[in-house]
């Protein structure tokens, strides 16, 4: 994103780009290996599901309110991995019995086991820069879908990564760039302020719950890259040759910060509570590790110069 359009220019933090993420082409995820990724019937979120099938999942179940895109998903998942339990659920992530529901369900298909909640459900709504033309139904959606709903998956979906035992222990929000801009053709506020929102609660979650004695997860917000997904169909012109990048990008970055387990866990325990972005090369965002966590980088914060 270019800084006129009210960024910091988070993307060139890290020098190396990519528009399709890491090689997990060798990539085995240790056995079992459970995954619940809520938004999951489309674009990014069924390149989620499609790169931990391709990376050797033993369990993985996808939810979201659209049960014909689950399903189309599940059998692409299944193409991939055979011997995966690939199972369907619907789930509104606005609610918090579907939530708690899809909680029980996933302890029992995995017998308490849970490595990865992968929270990629999202509303941008009907596209505009004007605040006084949002329509107040839409505005009310995205805070509800985009940071409601991380609340939701946090309250219900955490305790069942906190209590396994040697598993990778991974949550994570798929956010975006969007959090820091605030002016240019693509600030349509709704979907922008959310995501801020949405950012901040994660970074809460990893304060309560990212230390060795309250479960040791890591609370991984994750910006996908620009993929010209159906969500993006509506966004400007002057955006859409942005949308360069792939769909299962970052699916492909998830997968590898979370592929080792336990050891996988504690090696990348440091992003924990920050912001990073899927287009960053692996290598080059290891090499920033000591300069992100002496400056306390990649959180949102005030300033007082």
Request: aromatic share 6%; charged share 20%; with cysteine.
């Amino acid at each position: 994103m270019a800084d006129e359009w009210g960024t910091n220019n988070i993307q060139s933090f890290i020098p190396k780009q990519t528009t399709t993420g890491p090689d997990i082409s060798q990539v085995r995820l240790p056995s079992p290996f459970t995954v619940v990724i809520v938004g999951a019937s489309r674009g990014i979120g069924a390149g989620i599901a499609t790169s931990y099938a391709r990376a050797g999942a033993t369990g993985l179940l996808l939810a979201s309110r659209r049960i014909s895109g689950l399903e189309a998903t599940a059998a692409a998942c299944r193409g991939l991995n055979p011997s995966a339990r690939v199972e369907i659920a619907s789930c509104d992530i606005t609610s918090a019995a579907d939530v708690e529901a899809l909680a029980e369900r996933a302890r029992g298909l995995f017998h308490g086991r849970l490595d990865v909640v992968v929270v990629n459900a999202g509303f941008s709504g009907t596209f505009t820069t004007d605040l006084l033309a949002t329509d107040p139904a839409e505005f009310a959606q995205a805070a509800s879908v985009n940071y409601l709903g991380l609340f939701h998956c946090a309250k219900y979906l955490l305790p069942g990564l906190a209590g396994c035992a040697g598993g990778a222990r991974a949550f994570v929000a798929v956010c975006s760039l969007a959090a820091g801009i605030v002016r240019g053709p693509i600030a349509n506020a709704m979907y922008c302020v959310s995501k801020t929102a949405q950012m901040k609660l994660a970074e809460h979650v990893h304060e309560q719950f990212h230390a060795e004695g309250k479960g040791g997860v890591n609370v991984l917000t994750v910006h996908p890259g620009a993929v010209k997904s159906e969500m993006a169909e509506g966004a400007p012109d002057e955006f859409k040759d942005f949308l360069i990048d792939d769909v299962e990008l970052c699916g492909r970055f998830c997968v590898w910060v979370t592929k080792d387990g336990e050891e996988g866990r504690r090696r990348w325990a440091w992003l924990s509570g920050r912001l990073v972005s899927a287009t960053w090369d692996v290598e080059g965002l290891e090499a920033k590790r000591e300069e992100v966590v002496k400056g306390n980088l990649l959180k949102l914060a005030l300033t007082t110069s």
